[in-house]
């Protein structure tokens, strides 16, 4: 099963030195610009009854410092989502905090993986951990890719 969920923006200027910085680095740079700002998306592919269908996608590029972005995703009214990026060693790992209104989290939480290496300045590609392993079982051959470039940010998922 894959699915990818686009989001539409306008990168103003990249002016990070490809010499200097990782590939990570360079993607981190690219979406730092971002931070503070919403994005509306539409699910591009996916099977007939997935929860995103017919429901309005927004993702908030919020809480970036050096080594953390938080992206909450609202799916329809459904707010319980928020994509965690961090940045260590020249390695990004993204991890899906789900949460319930109360803020305590979902038996099925911080599950996602880190990039094998530095990746590119425009992808990078989150194989499935351990911890997601032993949450989601089903999960366990996941891979997770985000791609940014000039007019948009892509997400896409194959089980």
């Avoid at 990039?115 to 996941?142: E, H, K, Y």
């Amino acid at each position: 099963m894959k699915y990818l969920v686009l989001f539409s923006f306008f990168l103003t200027s990249q002016g990070v030195s490809a010499q200097h910085q990782s590939g990570a680095e360079q993607f981190w740079a690219t979406l730092k610009k971002h931070c503070g700002h919403a994005y509306e998306g539409q699910l591009s592919e996916g099977p007939g009854n997935d929860a995103f269908a017919g429901k309005k996608l927004v993702m908030h590029i919020r809480a970036c410092d050096d080594n953390t972005i938080r992206i909450p995703f609202f799916v329809g009214d459904d707010k319980s989502r928020t994509w965690v990026l961090t940045l260590e060693d020249q390695r990004i790992t993204l991890k899906h905090d789900h949460r319930h209104e109360d803020g305590s989290e979902d038996k099925v939480t911080q599950y996602g993986g880190t990039a094998s290496n530095a990746g590119l300045p425009t992808i990078q590609v989150f194989p499935a951990d351990v911890q997601t392993t032993s949450i989601i079982p089903a999960a366990a051959t996941n891979v997770w890719w985000i791609t940014i470039d000039e007019t948009s940010f892509h997400t896409t998922c194959e089980e």
